[in-house]
């Protein structure tokens, strides 16, 4: 089995065709463009991209383009001479120079900004660059993967993106199909969590219950794959005998331990014609709305921000209390997400697994 097939599991059409065309793709150096929800499995497909084809030898590295500043991306990318700035104590190879006739894989490309996908977008153009500080151009032969988990065309629309990049990128382009359209391949990705568990611990656990497999079944799967795998790994380090199970009220309920439910402050401000004393406590976040005379709009806001609360809230389980990674797995930028912990006066790192 290649490596393509053996890391892009799933038996279901979508993926069947989306590895033959990986296969297909990986022969040829162009720039390819990855599209798909967040924890969908972008970086594995470029992975095969590069090692299922003729530059399986040469360096893949992979950045997350949201960790960057301007001028870091420029030095990390580019490289500088010594003296280029205040801490430029020594030269420095950038990826260009390093990783020349491998791959540089760029996730999350949509949140560069324009600034830089300009100094990128030439690079693409002319094959060449320079170091900071340095007058002499080089040549480079890398090649670009880039992915995004949101709509490109519509950033394009609202000027955050450019148009120039956007067909630079777009040679060839593959969409990874979200879980809940693939959800054939869940007893084969849970199968292979499983395994992956149990070499890590050292454990030999059999596979998972009959009813956690109708919930993982019937789950929408908004954080995808990776969400998939978190939920493998809890209810794996949760299970009393060979098999991963879960209890009478399940994960669908969101079932947290007791400790890792959110402590409300109790003195947040009234929102005029909501609820009587403004705290979400578990009792507000299991219940529907009983308060009939309720005008609709008040009703609504309710319902909204009990979902947010409970829909950030198990995030933060599933992460350990990593408000990053919760972030990323939903989709949301990290500030957005961490307005939402703020704004129901979670505490983040009080949250843990048990």
């Known amino acids: 089995m290649n490596i393509i097939d053996s890391n892009i599991i799933g038996k279901s059409q979508v993926i069947v065709q989306m590895r033959n065309s990986i296969k297909t ?125 949101c709509d490109l065309e519509l950033k394009i629309e609202h000027h955050d993106f450019r148009q120039d990049l956007y067909f630079r990128l777009f040679i060839l382009s593959i969409k990874v199909p979200a879980l809940r359209d693939r959800k054939e391949d869940i007893a084969l990705l849970v199968e292979h969590f499983i395994e992956k568990l149990n070499s890590q611990y050292g454990l030999n656990k059999k596979g998972a219950s009959d009813r956690l497999m109708s919930w993982f079944y019937s789950h929408y799967w908004p954080g995808n794959i990776r969400e998939l795998e978190n939920s493998v790994h809890r209810y794996y380090l949760l299970a009393n005998g060979e098999l991963l199970d879960t209890s009478e009220t399940p994960e669908a309920n969101f079932d947290f331990p007791p400790s890792a439910l959110p402590r409300y402050i109790h003195d947040k401000p009234k929102h005029n014609g909501s609820y009587e004393n403004n705290i979400i406590n578990e009792s507000d976040l299991n219940s529907d709305i009983q308060d009939s005379d309720l005008i609709f709009s008040s009703a609504k806001r309710l319902a909204i921000e009990k979902f947010e609360a409970k829909f950030v809230s198990r995030l933060l389980v599933l992460t350990n209390g990593n408000v990053t990674k919760a972030a990323s797995l939903c989709g949301k930028e990290r500030r957005a997400f961490g307005k939402l912990v703020k704004k129901y006066h979670i505490k983040s790192n009080e949250i843990h697994l048990y």
């Open 25 to 149: 793709m990986a022969q040829y150096p162009a720039t390819v463009l990855i599209t798909g929800e967040t924890g969908t499995g972008k970086e594995l497909v470029a992975r095969g991209l590069h090692y299922g084809g003729g530059l399986a030898n040469k360096p893949f590295i992979a950045i997350n383009c949201s960790t960057f500043s301007d001028e870091l991306f420029a030095s990390e990318l580019f490289g500088y001479k010594k003296g280029a700035f205040t801490d430029a104590k020594n030269d420095k190879e950038g990826l260009l120079s390093s990783v020349n006739g491998g791959t540089i894989f760029l996730d999350e490309i949509d949140s560069l900004s324009l600034k830089s996908q300009a100094a990128l977008l030439r690079v693409l153009q002319e094959s060449e660059f320079r170091p900071i500080g340095s007058n002499e151009v080089l040549k480079t032969n890398v090649r670009f993967i880039a992915a995004a988990n």
